[in-house]
């Protein structure tokens, strides 16, 4: 399966966008790029996911390298309830559900 | 809806002892998953069905853990017999295959002393 690389943690300051980067080099033609986020104490929460296009959502943007060998997710306004695990997994369409998830980019946000 | 329901919330059993967590996904959702998480592995998938199937188990540790759906509105992870390494907060999701999004109840803690 192919990987993704985040940085292990990353800060913002609350109502800033922030960029979460994503690099899968090894991305192939069939993986769905996907997000999800795990609060504290709570399971992981489905953020946004796409395959090529960019995306938008009423929770974040999705900004998909011409190359697809990178994302950035994009919260606009980060908000204290934004501080969790964001971890960026590639699913492959032929193998629906499996999502391998990495070890995610911890995101703290400061009043 | 109520979300994907799982129960109990915290289990804390002896080395030896049988353990089931229960789930209860979305209705409606065809595709049902078992995670378990741990800090030294994070978040692994054990077993997942598709319409009350087993499609996948490669994850499943070992034959002391079974997995079983009897119906679209439940599922069933056992561990018999447990042990300390099992010690694990273990997540079920269910979703819709044309949606593609996962939804995750919010886990059973399992110690096993």
């Known amino acids: 399966d192919a990987k993704t690389t985040q940085p292990n943690s990353m800060e913002s300051n609350e109502e800033e966008p922030v960029h979460l980067p994503c690099n899968h080099s090894t991305i192939s033609g069939t993986d769905y790029i996907h997000w999800y986020r795990q609060l504290p104490s709570q399971g992981p929460e489905y953020v946004i996911h796409?395959?090529?296009s960019n995306v938008n959502n009423r929770m974040a943007s999705l900004a998909i390298a011409e190359d697809r060998k990178s994302s950035t997710l994009i919260l606009h306004r980060a908000t204290l309830r934004d501080a969790a695990v964001y971890y960026c997994?590639?699913?492959?369409?032929?193998?629906?559900?499996?999502?391998?998830f990495g070890q995610g980019t911890i995101l703290t946000v400061h009043p | 809806d109520a979300g994907v329901i799982q129960s109990p919330r915290h289990e804390v059993t002896e080395m030896g002892q049988e353990v089931t967590l229960r789930c209860k996904p979305i209705s409606g959702h065809d595709y049902l998953f078992w995670y378990r998480q741990t800090m030294m592995r994070g978040l692994e998938l054990l077993i997942y069905f598709n319409n009350n199937v087993p499609i996948d188990d490669s994850g499943m540790p070992e034959d002391r853990f079974s997995a079983k759906m009897p119906n679209a509105s439940f599922s069933t992870l056992k561990i018999q017999p447990s042990e300390p390494r099992d010690s694990a907060v273990y997540f079920c999701?269910?979703?819709?295959?044309?949606?593609?999004?996962?939804?995750f109840g919010e886990g059973s803690r399992l110690t096993v002393l």
């Open positions: 997994i590639l699913m492959r369409g032929t193998s629906y559900g499996k999502l391998t």
């Open positions: 796409g395959l090529t």
């Open positions: 999701a269910s979703s819709l295959r044309q949606t593609g999004e996962l939804f």
